[in-house]
């Protein structure tokens, strides 16, 4: 059956300061693929005459609204205000499909035909949101638009409940990197449109994606009402591999799922916040999240240690949860399956067969702490060095390991030695944790991933030793969660490739 929902546009506005500008972006917009194209007047540096504009409105074959946004409503027009709504007016005569008219425009003065009524507030969710959805649905426009900076990814989901409820036409976004899902699950809520720049530098708002992450990041083509929706938490998270690993994965294996980047300020009560917004909004068909930095504890705190994978909660970190259909949250720690297993699968063994092995962890941090938990799971016999020596203390307590201070290294006795500091992560890339591979030493695992080959592995391997990437780290836990989620094998040789790109792309 051919799909019967609304198509959503996808909206280039074109911000360049002159008139044959505007027409080269509006075909690059297009070449891009752009549906429709946005002339913002307000970015012209010149005025121009009717046949300027009737030549930029016929320029491309394609659809075209056209705005010339005043300063008070965030954009950039700050001259008279009937010369700006007689150059809507001449717009619409010369052949604009689209008006897009503020809300603050007296009705008797608003251009008319197909127009786009919109309200714009650059600072805040506004507190009157629902009335002012309902003024624009009440209003003679065609199409109701409502732009708001967002605090919070909650704040997105809020611009999709306007979606969700609006009897006609509607384009509801919110701003700022926060209001990304607002922007791509435009489509799953069959939107009238999302706007996407050319490049980041032609944005009009802010966090706009551009054409090629709204069209070969999150196939934006491909999103249906159906589409499953997973994402990273994390603050910061604009850096974050995971969403090109995991879209591709999804593309490769056919599901019809969208992963996103969330950005939730650190705290407890902001993830609790977020999630809670998630559960009250089953419609969304969300079903997963990645967490990150700073939110790990904050993921097991709000799931619940019942709910959590026992390591996980001995780790004192979830950094993947799952939602089920009936919204119950289950929460586990890939991480440390991760590492773990990428370490098994380099020697050759199974998890059993850590047993009695002599593992030296440099580092104390996060990802010691999920590494020694699992090796002492494993009865790996563990030593842990580490250059504050009390941290190192605390850790080995806990897990009835030995522990050093970073000045014992030299007598280092071990088959595997893992490095979870960050000594030779990029840029730092001529450092080492480790001066000299001991003859002892058979494994060397060094969890950085960037860069990939480090000088400690790349002297670990001179020494003949077995290596273990943080690559194989990163992907192994992307996996994991991927399968986690989707009951579907991962399209592992896919996931390691992106990565790997993205890490050449960073050099
Ligand atoms: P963390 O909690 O901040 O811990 C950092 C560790 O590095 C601490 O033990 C710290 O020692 C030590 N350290 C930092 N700078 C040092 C220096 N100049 N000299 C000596 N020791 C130093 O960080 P984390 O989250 O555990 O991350 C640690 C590493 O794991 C990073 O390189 C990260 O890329 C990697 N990692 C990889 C993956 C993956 O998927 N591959 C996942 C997570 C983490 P003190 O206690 O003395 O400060």
Redesign the pocket.
Same mark, same amino acid.
């Given at each position: 059956m051919p799909d019967q929902r609304p198509k959503t546009r996808l909206i280039c506005p074109l911000t360049a300061s002159d008139v044959p500008g505007m027409c080269r972006a509006a075909d690059a917009a297009l070449a891009a693929g752009a549906d429709t194209i946005e002339i913002r007047l307000d970015y012209l540096t010149e005025p121009l005459d009717d046949a300027q504009l009737a030549g930029l409105i016929g320029h491309a074959a394609a659809e075209t609204i056209v705005t010339c946004r005043p300063t008070s409503q965030g954009g950039r027009y700050d001259g008279d205000e009937s010369a700006r709504l007689s150059l809507l007016r001449r717009a619409a005569e010369l052949g604009a499909d689209w008006i897009d008219v503020e809300l603050t425009t007296p009705p008797a003065d608003r251009p008319k035909g197909a127009t786009i009524l919109s309200h714009h507030d650059f600072d805040r969710c506004p507190g009157d949101l629902d009335r002012l959805a309902d003024e624009l649905a009440a209003s003679e426009a065609a199409v109701a638009k409502l732009a708001f900076a967002a605090d919070g990814p909650e704040d997105a989901l809020r611009a999709l409940d306007v979606l969700r409820s609006c009897d006609k036409p509607a384009i509801a976004l919110a701003m700022g990197e926060a209001g990304l899902p607002s922007r791509i699950l435009a489509a799953k809520l069959a939107a009238f449109g999302t706007f996407a720049a050319l490049d980041r530098a032609a944005g009009s708002a802010p966090g706009q994606p551009t054409l090629d992450e709204a069209l070969n990041l999150y196939r934006w083509r491909e999103l249906t009402p159906r589409t499953t929706v997973f994402g990273v938490i994390g603050c910061p998270v604009a850096h974050s591999m995971s969403p090109a690993v995991h879209n591709a994965a999804f593309a490769a294996a056919g599901l019809d799922a969208v992963y996103l980047p969330l950005l939730v300020q650190p705290g407890e009560d902001n993830f609790r916040r977020f999630i809670d917004a998630l559960l009250e909004r089953p419609w969304l068909g969300w079903r997963g999240l990645s967490v990150t $930095?700073p939110h790990k504890e904050n993921a097991l705190a709000t799931v619940g240690p019942g709910r959590c994978d026992e390591l996980a909660v001995t780790i004192g970190a979830v950094n993947t949860v799952t939602i089920d259909p009936d919204g119950s949250l289950r929460g586990d720690n890939t991480?440390y399956a +991760?590492a773990i297993d990428a370490l098994c699968e380099a020697m050759g063994i199974t998890r059993d067969g850590l047993a009695g092995r002599a593992v030296a962890v440099l580092?104390?941090?996060? +990802? +010691?702490r999920a590494l020694v938990a699992a090796l002492a799971h494993y009865y790996a016999d563990v030593t842990i060095y580490? #250059? *504050?020596v009390s #941290?190192a203390d605390r850790l080995g307590e806990e897990f009835s390991c030995a522990a050093a201070g #970073?000045d014992a290294l030299p007598g280092l006795d071990a088959e595997i030695v893992i490095n979870? *500091?960050? $000594?030779g992560?990029h840029p730092n890339v001529d450092a080492t944790?480790l001066e000299r591979i001991p003859p002892m030493v058979r494994v060397v695992f060094d *969890? $950085?991933?960037n860069p990939v080959d480090t000088l400690l592995l790349r002297r670990a391997r001179q020494a003949g030793c077995t290596c273990v990437t943080?690559v194989d780290?990163?992907v192994n836990?992307a996996i994991a969660q991927f399968e986690v989620w989707t009951d579907t094998a991962a399209p592992r040789d896919v996931m390691r490739n992106v990565v790997l790109d993205k890490l050449n792309a960073r050099k």
């Amino acid at each position: 059956m051919p799909d019967q929902r609304p198509k959503t546009r996808l909206i280039c506005p074109l911000t360049a300061s002159d008139v044959p500008g505007m027409c080269r972006a509006a075909d690059a917009a297009l070449a891009a693929g752009a549906d429709t194209i946005e002339i913002r007047l307000d970015y012209l540096t010149e005025p121009l005459d009717d046949a300027q504009l009737a030549g930029l409105i016929g320029h491309a074959a394609a659809e075209t609204i056209v705005t010339c946004r005043p300063t008070s409503q965030g954009g950039r027009y700050d001259g008279d205000e009937s010369a700006r709504l007689s150059l809507l007016r001449r717009a619409a005569e010369l052949g604009a499909d689209w008006i897009d008219v503020e809300l603050t425009t007296p009705p008797a003065d608003r251009p008319k035909g197909a127009t786009i009524l919109s309200h714009h507030d650059f600072d805040r969710c506004p507190g009157d949101l629902d009335r002012l959805a309902d003024e624009l649905a009440a209003s003679e426009a065609a199409v109701a638009k409502l732009a708001f900076a967002a605090d919070g990814p909650e704040d997105a989901l809020r611009a999709l409940d306007v979606l969700r409820s609006c009897d006609k036409p509607a384009i509801a976004l919110a701003m700022g990197e926060a209001g990304l899902p607002s922007r791509i699950l435009a489509a799953k809520l069959a939107a009238f449109g999302t706007f996407a720049a050319l490049d980041r530098a032609a944005g009009s708002a802010p966090g706009q994606p551009t054409l090629d992450e709204a069209l070969n990041l999150y196939r934006w083509r491909e999103l249906t009402p159906r589409t499953t929706v997973f994402g990273v938490i994390g603050c910061p998270v604009a850096h974050s591999m995971s969403p090109a690993v995991h879209n591709a994965a999804f593309a490769a294996a056919g599901l019809d799922a969208v992963y996103l980047p969330l950005l939730v300020q650190p705290g407890e009560d902001n993830f609790r916040r977020f999630i809670d917004a998630l559960l009250e909004r089953p419609w969304l068909g969300w079903r997963g999240l990645s967490v990150t $930095i700073p939110h790990k504890e904050n993921a097991l705190a709000t799931v619940g240690p019942g709910r959590c994978d026992e390591l996980a909660v001995t780790i004192g970190a979830v950094n993947t949860v799952t939602i089920d259909p009936d919204g119950s949250l289950r929460g586990d720690n890939t991480d440390y399956a +991760a590492a773990i297993d990428a370490l098994c699968e380099a020697m050759g063994i199974t998890r059993d067969g850590l047993a009695g092995r002599a593992v030296a962890v440099l580092g104390a941090g996060g +990802a +010691a702490r999920a590494l020694v938990a699992a090796l002492a799971h494993y009865y790996a016999d563990v030593t842990i060095y580490n #250059r *504050t020596v009390s #941290r190192a203390d605390r850790l080995g307590e806990e897990f009835s390991c030995a522990a050093a201070g #970073r000045d014992a290294l030299p007598g280092l006795d071990a088959e595997i030695v893992i490095n979870c *500091t960050s $000594i030779g992560m990029h840029p730092n890339v001529d450092a080492t944790p480790l001066e000299r591979i001991p003859p002892m030493v058979r494994v060397v695992f060094d *969890t $950085i991933y960037n860069p990939v080959d480090t000088l400690l592995l790349r002297r670990a391997r001179q020494a003949g030793c077995t290596c273990v990437t943080g690559v194989d780290m990163f992907v192994n836990q992307a996996i994991a969660q991927f399968e986690v989620w989707t009951d579907t094998a991962a399209p592992r040789d896919v996931m390691r490739n992106v990565v790997l790109d993205k890490l050449n792309a960073r050099k």
